[in-house]
């Protein structure tokens, strides 16, 4: 088979790769473009550990075609920080040590921060509802789900 030729926009940088027909945008991610933040956890899109957003849309990048990209923008989690500058969810998840391992926490990152944009007051039913798809085997959940309301609440402030 014939490599696909991809024109995307990765963490707002237009982006072009190669890619099998069968290639996950995982394994390009990861193999082919050298982002290895989206880690890979399951393999099935049931752990959330290789969550990226495409078109604001939050997906596991495990479970999409890498030819699916072509002309959409993916972010994932190396676009979350602006160069040294933490982007508030990682600093709240360092402040409030909602990360042990680190699997999960680039999927679970990147799921917050969809979550924020999508709804920047959400409930604490709100915020587990939509981090539901991100398993984390080390912290319980408590310290997560507090980090990304205490981060909602700062950023708010911070618009006001």
């Not at 982002?35 to 604001?56: F, H, Q, R, V, Y």
């Not at 990360?99 to 039913?125: D, F, R, W, Y």
Request: charged share 20%; hydrophobic share 35%.
């Amino acid at each position: 088979m014939a490599k696909l030729h991809v024109s995307t926009t990765i963490n707002g940088e237009p982006t072009e790769f190669l890619c099998e027909p069968y290639e996950t945008m995982l394994d390009v991610l990861r193999d082919g473009l050298g982002l290895t933040g989206s880690k890979e956890g399951c393999g099935s899109g049931d752990c959330g550990a290789c969550s990226i957003t495409l078109d604001n849309r939050l997906v596991c990048s495990c479970l999409m075609l890498a030819a699916e990209a072509e002309g959409h923008e993916i972010n994932t989690i190396e676009g979350m920080a602006k160069g040294e500058n933490l982007q508030p969810l990682q600093q709240k998840f360092l402040e409030m040590a909602a990360l042990q391992c680190g699997i999960c926490t680039p999927g679970m990152l990147v799921a917050a921060k969809s979550l924020l944009e999508h709804n920047p007051n959400p409930t604490e039913t709100e915020v587990r509802y939509w981090l539901a798809g991100n398993l984390c085997r080390c912290t319980g959940y408590d310290k997560i789900v507090r980090a990304v309301m205490d981060t909602a609440e700062e950023m708010r402030g911070a618009a006001q």
